[in-house]
């Protein structure tokens, strides 16, 4: 036998159980209206499931009887009854509402005054309960803070996620710089050996020969030969000049056996002069002594005054790195 509909006479509260989503088993209870349900987080009574709109609709308490009015396309029903379009139904004294195929909530409805302390209860939290328990004394907030609860849990775990995410993205960056020398951000990348020695070695454009040009680079180169042990930059001047000479001479080639070997040495000297002071930097640089490093490129940048190669000039190469140098001195 269905229960009675208690006393119409009597002010009415509607008991409503959630039966489905993150807030199965929430209970709600309404003694006025409008209440609305659905999946919006503001409703008093949420109800997150797929098949739910996020406003879904109401129970409405008009002239003294409960009704549920439908807001959505999806519709309900009510007890088997279906609800399309916007459409209402005053509700029994107990009744099953399912959304689809889905039960998603439980409705009852009882006598407001056996809510009264001293009444006798029923199911559900009557007013000596209240003092016990603040949750089911304030049933209308319950599932918003259950929800906001949730919500705050789920954001605390993703804003970890994320942090232990960069962290790990950007471990290999902080090892490589704590343990590695090396690990500096460079403006140019390092030469090696070999790129140094084809820097040194890289001839002049091939030109016309022409003697009168050849002759003066070979004087030029003579001159500045003499004076190797008094300029910084008369090596690589002397060979700078041979190599023009040797540009404007038949075959590539100095006619003069003895301008052509110096010319050869002078290649092979500044090639391991280079060499040394060039590690020499990078090692002061990679162990940040900063303002050594920024000495001994400046000293590379006065011996190696190739201003002339573009991207494979050894002084523009230097220069950036003695920059770099200077810009960190005192960090």
Known sequence: MSPSRPNSSSPLALDVTVLAGPNTGTRVRFDSSPAAFGRDATHPLIIDVPVVSRDHGYFDLKDGKWQIVNRSPNGLSVNGKRLKGRSSRVLPAEATVVIGDTPVMNVRLRDAAATQPGAAPDTGVDGNEASDNTDDADPLHKPRRKVTRTRLLVGLVLFWVVLFGVLFALEPMFNRNADDPRGLSLPVARLDDAALA?????????????????????????????????????????????????????????ADPLAQRRYLDLQQQLIDDLTRRYTDAMAKLESRRYEAAYRAFDAVLERYPDY?????????????LRDFARRNIGD
């Open 198 to 254: 084809q820097r040194v070695r890289q001839p002049a454009p091939s030109q016309p020969n022409d003697d009168r040009v050849a002759e003066q680079a070979m004087k030029q180169a003579e001159s500045f030969y003499g004076l190797r042990d008094v300029k910084d930059d008369a090596a690589f001047r002397a060979m700078d000049a041979y190599r023009k000479a040797a540009a404007y001479s038949p075959g590539g080639q100095l």
């Open 308 to 320: 002339d190669r573009g991207d494979r000039s050894i002084h523009r190469h230097a220069q950036k």
